[in-house]
């Protein structure tokens, strides 16, 4: 059975694709569409535009995450698939002029955005056969670990509905996959993340903040005003999204208040990097 590492850009994940080689690593990028958001660099917008083929403009993670994936590959000496087939503005995007925003109860961002680009890899790299996938759950998320080996057969896999092709009347065809079998070498090994850090301190691959989307509905809002400080690019366009929306939907991304409201609250705080931990930054779930 050949081996993955779904990689997030985030020091864990990055870990195991260090330390335990794998036959393909894969790397979903979450970007917009949104020139307001627009990378710095031109130069490297461009590699990235050849690494995922369509153009790059920008992403809704902290900018720093495009040099974690670049230094990585480096480090490793190993390639990274990036895949981003659509767009945070195209998968929101409902009707000619409504869109749908995710939240706690409606995840589909994880969905379209992270879950299908990855199977659509698989399918195409390894022929619809199953693999073996490190996922990143450090030796106290056993808890975690325990959810997803929950969802495996007798036969140690996860099966997944996905379509791949379309019926003659439109409608898309479903089929049933066995996908993977997730494992989790951090566990297996006795990692914690006090041993993760101490690894990455002298290493030339730089690391972002946070990984995950700026905006992540899983956040407090307490984090949510940090971040909208630190990347406010990016938190600007989820304030966007919320009053481009036309309350379709009532479209929010969190219940009770609007991200226009946490931007310009909590004024009275000063707020610092350690102040908060991974816990506090959401997650996509892979």
């Known amino acids: 059975m050949k081996t993955v590492n779904s990689l997030s850009g985030g020091k864990t994940s990055s ?5 335990y080689p794998a036959d393909a690593n894969v790397f979903v990028l979450v970007r917009t569409d949104d020139k307001d958001c627009i990378f710095p660099d031109a130069k490297i917008r461009q590699i990235v535009s050849d690494r995922i083929g369509q153009e790059f403009i ?22 990274i698939d990036w895949i981003s087939p659509i767009s945070f503005d195209k998968a929101i ?31 195409t790299k390894f022929d619809k056969k ?11 998320e056993m808890r975690r670990a325990k959810s997803q080996l929950e969802r495996c057969r007798e036969d140690g896999l996860q099966y997944e509905k996905i379509t791949f092709e379309k019926h003659k009347n439109g409608n898309n065809k479903w089929v049933e ?3 993977r079998k997730p494992t989790f070498p951090l566990i297996k090994d006795g990692i914690f993340k ?14 972002a903040y946070l990984n995950n989307c700026v905006g992540c509905f899983h956040r407090t809002p307490v984090l949510l ?9 990016q938190f600007d366009w989820f304030v966007k999204q919320e009053e481009h929306s036309g309350n379709y939907n009532n479209a929010q991304f969190k219940t009770g208040m609007t991200y226009r409201q946490i931007k310009n ?8 990097d350690d102040d908060f931990s991974e816990c506090d930054s959401g997650y996509c779930g892979l």
């Not at 993670?61 to 230094?71: A, C, F, G, S, V």
């Not at 995710?102 to 994880?110: A, E, L, V």
């Open 15 to 19: 870990y195991i694709a260090a330390h």
């Open 58 to 79: 920008g992403t809704l993670e902290m900018n720093d995450i495009i040099y974690t994936m670049l230094d990585l590959e480096q480090f490793i000496g190993q390639e």
């Open 93 to 123: 995007q409902r009707k000619e002029d409504k869109i749908w925003l995710p939240n706690k109860t409606m995840r589909f961002c994880t969905i379209e955005m992270k879950i299908k680009p990855i199977m659509n890899w698989w399918a």
């Open 130 to 140: 199953p693999v073996e996938m490190r996922l990143g759950f450090r030796a106290n």
């Open 177 to 179: 996959v066995a996908y």
């Open 194 to 207: 006090d041993t993760i850090e101490n690894y990455w301190k002298d290493k030339p691959v730089r690391f």
């Open 225 to 233: 005003k940090h971040m909208s400080n630190k990347s406010p690019k």
């Open 265 to 272: 609250g909590l004024e009275q705080l000063q707020l610092f």
